[in-house]
């Protein structure tokens, strides 16, 4: 008797659907597995959401595990915080942490509503490549982006009637609706700091998951270390089972909460960015997300993007394939590359219609940093120009959105933004619901030593 029916399950819950995408991940990452690929496209060619299949998928997980590195393969990353943390460049820049009061009160409600808005900005076209995006920021007459999108809802249905009733759930609404860059950062102030405080460990922020939303809430990476959890499969190796995501943007999106109640201290939003990243990512998919708590907690008292961009790469290793990416992004702005040229590079090494591509930690880290460095410090350039270069486009509007809210303060988002949210963040989470911005930053100050 045949117990499952795979065909019952998300493609993300089943490994040998996504064995091509683990193949891909391994060669990225310097594993000698390339002996591997006609039987991996083998594989991949059995019928799906078949049995055999999935046991064949399982042996090449076995194989793909245990292959051995690349002599020549020129990057070290660690997962370990000892080895992150070994590997880290040498000389590393040093921040005053500034003091409690109205300015950094501003910083914090600045980043809450940096995040929120940019994340609302991109949420509606999350998942478009170029053309379409482009096509339906012209239906709209937003194009290049300067607004949120749905002025001209006739005009878009006409171009994407198959996309409408997202469409008008998300846009302007009165309040941000749930989306998850925003609910792992509500989860951070009230469920992993509020009920655990700063000294968390993996394993609770693995509990705080199971207990806050059920597993369809989570994606990609997250989904399948939730599953992992439940199987009793627990951090660090819940990152790590049949897991082909585990360097996709999941931790990436969730460092926000760690940068803003670290003010001027990259090093401890890092560690806890670590300590949350490390449950379902490994490697650059971890770097990630320490590299963007560590940027956000420089950007309370930093007003130069390389800065804080700098702040950042100081706490990942210095021979990572994201250091040398977002490395790659600060040599061209310094060498003075027009910003047009800088994305066509950004596309021209990834491939938005590869779905490896599209999610990965890196990719989407490019674009936030030249977002960052080409925006000005201004927040609807920023922003607009981290959607407009599509990929992951909520995420990369909501973390660049983040970083200028902390660098300006909330008197820097202007109220064509603003407005649309009413000061309102909505969630899924169990226990939580609706906040209000206020509210959020009064916790976040309060977790702030």
């Known amino acids: 008797m045949e117990w499952k029916d795979l065909s019952f399950a998300h493609s993300w819950e089943v490994y040998g659907e996504n064995i091509l995408t683990d193949f891909q991940q391994c060669l990225e990452e310097g594993k000698d597995v390339e002996k591997y690929r006609a039987l991996v496209e083998a594989v991949n060619a059995m019928p799906h959401n078949s049995d055999k299949r999935e046991a064949m998928a399982d042996a090449l997980f076995d194989l793909f595990l245990n292959a051995p590195q690349r002599p020549d393969y020129p990057y070290v990353e660690p997962s370990d915080l000892e080895g992150i943390l070994a590997s880290r460049p040498a000389n590393r820049h040093s921040y005053k942490k500034p003091a409690k009061g109205d300015e950094l009160y501003k910083k914090i409600y600045g980043a809450w509503l940096g995040r929120i808005c940019g994340c609302l900005l991109g949420k509606p076209v999350e998942g478009m490549r170029t053309p379409d995006l482009e096509k339906?920021?012209?239906?709209?007459?937003?194009?290049?982006?300067?607004?949120?999108?749905?002025?001209?809802?006739?005009e878009i249905t006409k171009v994407f009637p198959h996309n409408v009733a997202y469409l008008k759930h998300c846009y302007k609404p009165g309040y941000m609706p749930p989306d998850d860059d925003t609910n792992y950062t509500v989860m951070a102030a009230k469920r992993i700091i509020g009920d655990h405080g700063r000294d968390f460990t993996p394993t609770d922020v693995a509990h705080v998951w199971l207990s806050s939303q059920p597993m369809s809430a989570y994606c990609t990476a997250e989904r399948v270390a939730y599953m992992n959890f439940v199987n009793a499969i627990?951090?660090?190796?819940?990152?790590?089972?049949?897991?082909?995501?585990?360097?996709?943007?999941?931790?990436?999106?969730?460092?926000?909460?760690?940068?803003?109640?670290?003010?001027?201290?990259?090093?401890?939003?890092?560690?806890?960015?670590?300590?949350d990243a490390s449950i379902s990512h490994v490697k650059n998919g971890i770097y990630g997300e320490m590299?963007?708590?560590?940027?956000?907690?420089?950007a309370a008292c930093v007003d130069d993007p390389i800065e804080v961009l700098l702040a950042g790469l100081d706490q990942i290793p210095a021979k990572c394939r994201l250091a040398e990416d977002v490395g790659n992004v600060i040599a061209w702005?310094?060498?003075?590359?027009?910003?047009?040229?800088?994305?066509?590079?950004?596309?021209?090494?990834?491939?938005?219609?590869?779905?490896?591509?599209?999610?990965?930690?890196?990719?989407?880290?490019?674009?936030?940093?030249a977002a960052l460095l080409y925006g000005g410090l201004d927040y609807g350039k920023s922003i607009t120009m981290a959607v407009e270069t599509g990929f992951?486009?909520?995420?990369?509007?909501?973390?660049?959105?983040?970083?200028?809210?902390?660098?300006?303060?909330?008197?820097?988002?202007?109220?064509?933004?603003?407005?649309?949210?009413?000061?309102?963040?909505?969630?899924?989470?169990?226990?939580?619901?609706?906040?209000?911005?206020?509210?959020?930053?009064?916790?976040?100050?309060?977790?702030?030593?």
């Not at 926000?256 to 670290?262: E, H, L, R, S, V």
């Not at 590299?291 to 420089?298: N, P, Y």
């Not at 310094?334 to 990719?363: L, M, P, R």
């Not at 963040?425 to 939580?432: K, L, Y």
Request: glycine share 10%; proline share 4%; hydrophobic share 35%.
């Open 136 to 154: 339906l920021g012209k239906a709209d007459g937003n194009w290049p982006i300067t607004r949120y999108f749905g002025d001209n809802m006739d």
């Open 234 to 275: 627990t951090p660090p190796k819940s990152a790590i089972y049949k897991n082909p995501f585990r360097e996709w943007i999941g931790a990436q999106i969730r460092a926000d909460y760690f940068g803003y109640i670290n003010p001027g201290d990259p090093e401890t939003a890092a560690d806890m960015a670590w300590r």
């Open 291 to 298: 590299f963007i708590a560590a940027a956000i907690a420089a």
């Open 333 to 369: 702005f310094k060498a003075g590359v027009f910003k047009e040229e800088a994305f066509k590079k950004i596309h021209t090494q990834w491939d938005e219609y590869n779905q490896h591509h599209w999610c990965h930690t890196n990719s989407n880290a490019m674009i936030v940093a």
């Open 392 to 449: 992951d486009t909520d995420c990369n509007g909501a973390t660049v959105g983040s970083i200028i809210g902390m660098m300006k303060g909330k008197d820097a988002i202007g109220k064509e933004w603003t407005d649309a949210i009413n000061d309102t963040c909505d969630t899924t989470i169990t226990g939580c619901g609706m906040y209000s911005l206020s509210e959020l930053t009064d916790i976040t100050m309060g977790h702030i030593e």
